[in-house]
């Protein structure tokens, strides 16, 4: 007889009065017997590899012997669910490799039963990533993560279970560099997450969403969030630092706009914020002050390698892309219009790139402006605008005698001129059309006016 056989005999008759019993009791028993059978191989005067050999495939007959037609389903889960557990401690000194070929063989034996052994199923790929990630195979890892399917097992989905599993294998996925997988699984993570109440689950969550739209140049989201973080996480100051190093890299990274104004602001605002180095450039861009290349060599130290990228087709990176927007936004609150050759001797870059920057910018709705490409000017709205209400303001301030700003004066006229216009032809529309659909009410009207 062989050992499986054995080991099938042993199974169906030891446990066969207690398959109905409370599944505590059962499982206690299975730990019983797999120990048992252990201890036994490790009387013997083997060798430590000799003793592995041994152990694992005595793990892998159990698992054989377990899922015979004469073992109860009810005794083979809980022996299966047994050997995972044994395995992922490692109390009997498995090795990396031993731990991983027992997971594997149990997964092939089973793998086609998904309904019936789920869980063990589970618990096994759990184990076989945690396994894997120690020996920093992160994609295998995730890969034996991400197969688990939860909504084909039976029961109620427990979310407090299911979503740290999808957050785990996003950081495997992240830390392989498959960023599209990451993405993927923080989107099935994302579908639950407001029904999770834990919140280290949602301090995770949001860890690891931050991370993901930073890689995918995401940045004002990803500042946003990592600003979130940094305000609700009060106990970890060095943890708290670090936050807010991120996210004041997220915010300068991002596309000049005025929500990145508005960031910007609520950052150099933080009492941590004037202890990094990053602070003397945060404050140059939230007083709207020009930037040149040269002062961002120590800012670009602190990067990471996506943050680096060269854009434009090589022409620059995207913190000087994210400057240069920067320094165009300026110049829009300063200048009420200027000729694109002008702007990008400014900007240190030829005319026609500075036209499409502007061109960019604006149809994103980041800027407000006309351009007239004949010319070769751009006029920015938000200046005018600017200009008229510090008018509004100044002159309300002056004596009564002090006469307006001159730009002041002829804008209100030619606004007053124009709504003027404007009223005498809806008067005309509106008479015409009284002419045309009630002729005799329109000349008795005409006659009691007269």
């Known amino acids: 007889m062989s050992q499986v056989d054995q080991l099938v005999s042993e199974l169906s008759t030891q446990f066969r009065g207690e398959a109905g019993g409370a599944a505590g009791g059962l499982e206690a028993s299975a730990r019983t017997f ?42 083979s889960t809980a022996v299966l669910q047994e050997v995972v557990c044994l395995v992922d401690r490692s109390g009997h000194g498995f090795g990396m490799r031993a731990q991983q070929d027992v997971l594997l063989h149990l997964l092939s034996k089973i793998q086609q039963r998904q309904m019936a052994y789920d869980s063990v199923i589970t618990e096994a790929r759990k184990a ?12 295998e890892a995730a890969r034996q993560l991400q197969s688990i399917r939860f909504e084909q097992s039976q029961g109620t989905l427990n979310i407090a279970s299911v979503f740290p599993v999808y957050i785990w294998t996003t950081q495997l996925f992240l830390q392989a560099e498959n960023l599209d997988q ?35 140049h995401k940045y ?60 003397g450039l945060v404050e140059k861009m939230v007083l709207k002050r020009l930037i040149k290349p040269t002062e961002l060599e120590q800012f670009s130290q602190q990067l990471e390698k996506h943050q680096c990228e060269s854009v434009a087709g090589g022409k620059t990176t995207v913190l000087g892309s994210a400057v240069r927007e920067h320094n165009v936004f300026v110049l829009s609150s300063l200048y009420t219009s200027i000729r694109f050759e002008n702007l990008g001797r400014l900007l240190g870059i030829d005319t026609e790139e500075a036209e499409l920057m502007c061109a960019r910018m604006i149809a ?5 402006g006309r351009i007239d490409q004949i010319a070769g000017v751009i006029t920015f709205e938000g200046a005018r605008e600017v200009k008229e209400v510090a008018a509004a303001i100044s002159m309300k301030k002056q004596a009564a005698v002090q006469p307006p700003p001159m730009y002041f004066r002829e804008t209100v006229h030619a606004r007053w001129d124009g709504r003027i216009v404007n009223l005498c032809q809806s008067i005309e529309d509106a008479v015409d059309m009284l002419i045309e659909r009630q002729p005799v009410y329109a000349r008795t009207l005409f006659r009691r006016v007269a």
């Open 220 to 279: 004002i989201e990803a500042a946003i969030i990592y600003h979130n973080i940094f305000q609700t996480n009060t106990k970890d100051a060095a943890g708290q630092l670090e936050v807010l190093r991120q996210a004041i890299n997220c915010a300068v990274l991002a596309a000049a706009s005025p929500q990145k104004m508005r960031v910007l602001s609520g950052l150099h605002r933080e009492k941590l914020a004037p202890t990094l180095p990053s602070f």
């Open 128 to 139: 076989l990533a945690k396994s894997l990630a120690a020996e920093e195979k992160w994609e």
């Open 34 to 75: 797999i120990e048992a059978k252990l201890s036994a191989l490790s009387s013997g005067s083997s060798s430590a590899e000799q003793l592995g050999a041994l152990q694992r495939q005595l793990l892998v007959d159990i698992i054989d012997a377990s899922i015979a037609d004469q073992v109860g389903l009810a005794t």
């Open 182 to 216: 990451a993405v993927v699984s923080l989107n099935r993570a994302a579908a639950h997450i407001m029904q999770v109440s834990d919140v280290e689950q949602i301090m995770q969550y949001r860890f690891v969403q931050a991370r993901v739209l930073s890689l995918t």
């Open 364 to 368: 994103e709705g980041r800027m407000k």
